[in-house]
């Protein structure tokens, strides 16, 4: 099976400017993951779907930031008014909806804010 | 105190030989375990996963997991330069998310 899709792998913008990254997981998996990693550390916890239910989001997490999954399938996370403490790999993860399943990454996107 | 440690590194070992890597967790109940394994820039690649104590052979890792010392670790036997990356340990206490550490640097010198 295909692995995790995401787009665009690199995006550079400027302070304040909206940004939208997209996800599209393994097709036999209904969990899907945001995760935001910096240099140095390890992968930090957004938010999760299962199907088209965001179940639990980051307390840490801005209100600038927003996830759907509208369809259950694909997931879009928009960062409103980005500011230089966004510059980070943005990774999008899935797994199968069952137990505890391990989750499978796709190759993130890379966003630097100017 | 955070909630999942690992050394930093790095660890450097000879080509052959074994590399051992520790992870410590804080929640007691944490249920599943998680090693990964990120090359310099790329996204973290799945290669191990263990849920009960005791452990788990697949290859040329090993993965030992005991509860009660809150403890897993990885092993790498017959260490490969091809194994030089971050090794990152991941544990969930539900069926959710993943919580990280930050990862040790594995370097294998040829």
């Known amino acids: 099976d295909t692995g995790v899709s995401q787009d665009p792998r690199h995006k550079i913008t400027k302070r304040g400017q909206n940004v939208t990254f997209r996800c599209d997981p393994i097709?036999?998996?209904?969990?899907l993951y945001w995760y935001r990693q910096t240099l140095g550390q390890g992968p930090e916890f957004l938010t999760y779907f299962q199907n088209e239910a965001q179940l639990e989001k980051s307390r840490l997490l801005s209100d600038r930031f927003s996830a759907e999954r509208p369809k259950g399938s694909f997931s879009t996370l928009e960062i409103q008014r980005t500011e230089q403490g966004d510059s980070a790999m943005y990774l999008c993860a899935s797994s199968k909806g069952q137990g505890h399943q391990p989750q499978h990454f796709g190759d993130g996107t890379r966003l630097s804010i100017l | 105190q955070k909630e999942v440690e690992q050394n930093s590194g790095p660890l450097s070992v000879p080509e052959g030989a074994i590399a051992s890597l520790n992870c410590t967790y804080s929640?007691?109940?944490?249920?599943?375990f998680f090693w990964y394994r990120q090359y310099s820039g790329k996204s973290p690649e799945l290669i191990m996963s263990?849920?009960?104590?005791g452990d788990k052979e697949d290859g040329r890792f090993t993965a030992q997991l005991n509860k009660a010392s809150q403890y897993v670790s990885l092993l790498i036997r017959d260490s490969q330069p091809s194994d030089s990356a971050t090794y990152l340990c991941?544990?969930?206490?539900?069926?959710?998310?993943?919580?990280f550490g930050d990862g040790t640097t594995l370097t294998v010198k040829p």
């Open positions: 097709s036999e998996h209904n969990r």
């Open positions: 263990i849920y009960s104590n």
């Open positions: 991941a544990v969930n206490i539900n069926a959710g998310k993943s919580t």
């Open positions: 929640d007691r109940g944490s249920q599943s």
